[in-house]
């Protein structure tokens, strides 16, 4: 049985380059957590399932728990850290402290994310629309509506 050689991978994460060592099985979320030290996307399932481990990729919501981290060289990788601008929120984060969509804050990292995905494809979704993106991301706290209130309010159908 032939041994996995670590490799150097090259990825770009919030607009930085960085070169990692890693073993080629390893996720994403991994390389970023214990590696880069870019902790807000979370591990709670393990399986996709959750979103809490939700970060963009080429900007596109993409579940690191279960991304190779080789998959991703050559991308570009957001997670929350690189969402706000010095001390400025993005608009999506200061619209969920503003609607007191978080509670826990552990799905906080993946619903923002996918929500800036979503606004980026679709900048005046219904309810319906913001449901079915956000729908990949489990909250156990809010009950969702202090969130949907929050992207309504960003895609100009507050209500």
Request: with cysteine; charged share 20%; net charge negative.
């Given at each position: 049985m032939e041994e996995c050689k670590?490799?150097?991978?090259?990825?770009?994460?919030?607009?930085?380059?960085?070169?990692?060592?890693?073993?080629?099985?390893?996720?994403l979320l991994e390389v970023l957590r214990d590696d880069l030290h870019f902790t807000g996307a979370k591990e709670s399932c393990g399986e996709g399932v959750c979103g809490s481990c939700t970060v963009l990729v080429d900007g596109s919501p993409a579940r690191s728990?279960?991304?190779?981290?080789?998959a991703?060289?050559?991308?570009?990788?957001?997670?929350?850290?690189?969402?706000?601008?010095?001390?400025?929120?993005?608009?999506v984060q200061e619209a969920f402290v503003?609607?007191?969509?978080?509670?826990?804050?552990?799905c906080t990292s993946g619903m923002i994310l996918t929500t800036v995905a979503l606004l980026q494809e679709n900048p005046r979704p219904t309810e319906a629309?913001?449901?079915?993106?956000?729908?990949?991301?489990i909250c156990r706290c809010t009950g969702y509506a202090k969130i949907v209130e929050a992207v309504q309010s960003l895609a100009g159908e507050e209500r």
């Open positions: 670590n490799q150097v991978l090259t990825l770009t994460v919030n607009d930085e380059t960085y070169e990692v060592i890693t073993a080629p099985h390893r996720t728990c279960l991304t190779l981290a080789v991703v060289e050559g991308k570009a990788i957001t997670t929350i850290e690189g969402l706000a601008r010095g001390d400025k929120l993005h608009p503003t609607h007191h969509a978080i509670q826990c804050g552990f629309e913001i449901r079915r993106a956000l729908s990949g991301n």
